[in-house]
């Protein structure tokens, strides 16, 4: 699949979530955590201030939810997730402007499909001070992540199981400045930050998920920028960047037939590694890499 193909599944996927969401629906306020268990549109008021006082704060239970925020925080107490999208939630939408959610175990736990999260307008969607990940897709399909930033303790982004998701929109970054925003929404200009563990992590034999245009820069952890583990086969690593990682595009036996594309991996101590004998069914392609293991890793 070629990159201009890659993006217009991109396209097509976010276009089929808008279309699935219902229309001209009337505006809920939600003033506080709780469930959300009826489909519509809801709003958070700006400066508006969540507390949590154990477990999740806003779980979501019907399909087709749309949350729209404006200058909100969702505090937590260090335990449950942020935003805990159910099984049987499909088609959730969370568009955020100048958010933050911290202070959770996760902070957003998608176990349903075809969820959107984030966005390339205005403030990003900001997860992080002590939390252990930062987005959790839990054997989903089709969910998209574009467009947010966060400061993880252990991974930023964690995809296990399922497959066919899209992330795509990040300046990445591990022990980096929380926060920073380098530009407009159009420079690929948000962080997601893991301390202790991988930017990006791909496992539990999830397939067929794209990662573009991204650009990691870790510091002060061992940890992969884009971690491809757990017998994770087709899944597509393209147009990105990573420096200063433990390894910066790292793939692990028995997670076979990736395609790695035209990505600048340098800088790292380790820049790319392939677990796989002579790098086995995966395609790697234009990858502007100085160590390498093994040679066909490149």
């Not at 979501?60 to 937590?76: D, K, L, R, Y």
């Not at 992330?167 to 202790?196: D, K, M, Q």
Request: hydrophobic share 35%; aromatic share 6%; proline share 4%.
């Amino acid at each position: 699949m070629c990159l201009r193909q890659l993006r217009n599944v991109a396209v097509l996927t976010l276009l089929a979530l808008f279309a699935a969401a219902p229309m001209a629906l009337a505006q809920t306020n939600i003033t506080g955590c709780g469930t959300i268990s009826k489909s519509g549109l809801y709003s958070i008021p700006p400066h508006s201030t969540f507390q949590a006082k154990s477990g999740d704060c806003l779980v979501i239970t019907a399909p087709n939810v749309i949350i729209q925020t404006q200058i909100a925080q969702i505090s937590g107490n260090n335990t449950g997730a942020g935003i805990h999208i159910k099984a049987g939630a499909t088609g959730f939408q969370l568009q955020p402007f100048a958010t933050t959610i911290n202070n959770f175990n996760i902070g957003i736990q998608d176990d349903a499909n075809s969820a959107s999260i984030g966005s390339d307008y205005g403030d990003p969607l900001w997860i992080g001070d002590q939390v252990d990940t930062a987005i959790f897709l839990n054997n989903v399909h089709g969910s998209v992540i574009n467009g947010a930033g966060m400061h993880a303790l252990s991974n930023g982004i964690l995809i296990r199981g399922g497959g066919g998701n899209i992330v795509t929109g990040y300046v990445t970054s591990l022990g980096g400045n929380p926060g920073h925003n380098n530009g407009g929404p159009t420079e690929c200009c948000w962080e997601v930050i893991a301390s202790n563990g991988d930017a990006i992590r791909l496992d539990g034999a999830t397939t067929g998920n794209h990662l573009y245009q991204y650009d990691v820069t870790q510091s002060g952890s061992d940890g992969a920028g884009v971690h491809i583990i757990g017998k994770s086969p087709d899944n597509f690593v393209a147009e990105g960047g990573v420096t200063n990682a433990g390894t910066g595009i790292r793939i692990e036996s028995g997670s076979t037939s990736n395609f790695i594309l035209n990505n600048d991996v340098t800088g790292n101590t380790l820049d790319v590694f392939d677990g796989n004998p002579n790098c086995d069914n995966d395609l790697w392609s234009d990858t502007n890499s100085n160590t390498r293991q093994p040679s066909c890793a490149n």
